[in-house]
């Protein structure tokens, strides 16, 4: 009610001058990686299945219980290649490289939202990004040796660049 978000408004400015207001959305989170750099390429696509009725941050990074991973998530066709299209478009709009992973919420609409991108995304043993691309085909060593070498791409394409003018 518009007392409750009032008063909670007020808390937040007692520890900032600047909030951020979310409007709740209702759906799955549904993650997809990306790899590459100037022709990305999307895996296949997770769900993240809360298991805590708050995803903490101990339920996504320390606790093996705290969350299902279900990969593949079980989609419409249609809304996987919509999403996968949405995840490298936002990951090229952005002007990234290398890697991310692309956070989106699927409403029982069938309503997109894309929640964020995470451009250094996690690579413990329950993070979802290597297990995208294993189940995508992409083993763990083979995303490392493409990583280290879309990196030196970058690095080697940025080296040609001219850093000084001369008048």
């Known amino acids: 009610d518009v007392l409750s978000y009032k008063n909670a408004v007020n808390e937040a400015f007692k520890y900032d001058l600047k909030i951020i207001v979310e409007e709740e959305i209702n759906g799955r989170e549904i993650e997809c990686a990306v790899l590459g750099n100037e022709d990305p390429k999307a895996s296949a696509l997770g769900e993240i299945i809360p ?3 708050f995803y903490s941050y101990s339920a996504k990074y320390i606790n093996e219980k705290g969350a299902l991973l279900e990969i593949p998530a079980k989609i419409p066709r249609h809304m996987e290649v919509k999403m996968k299209e949405l995840a490298v478009k936002a990951f090229s709009v952005l002007d990234c490289s290398g890697m991310s992973r692309v956070d989106m919420f699927l409403t029982s609409e069938e309503s997109i939202y894309i929640n964020e991108l995470n451009t250094i995304p996690g690579f413990t043993r329950i993070s979802m990004y290597p297990k995208l691309w294993e189940y995508s085909g992409v083993k763990y060593p083979d ?25």
Not at 150 to 163: G, H, M, S, V
């Open 143 to 167: 995303l490392i040796d493409r990583l280290i070498s879309l990196a030196i791409e970058d690095f080697e394409q940025r080296n040609q660049l001219k850093t000084s003018m001369e008048f």
């Open 51 to 53: 298991q805590e009725e």
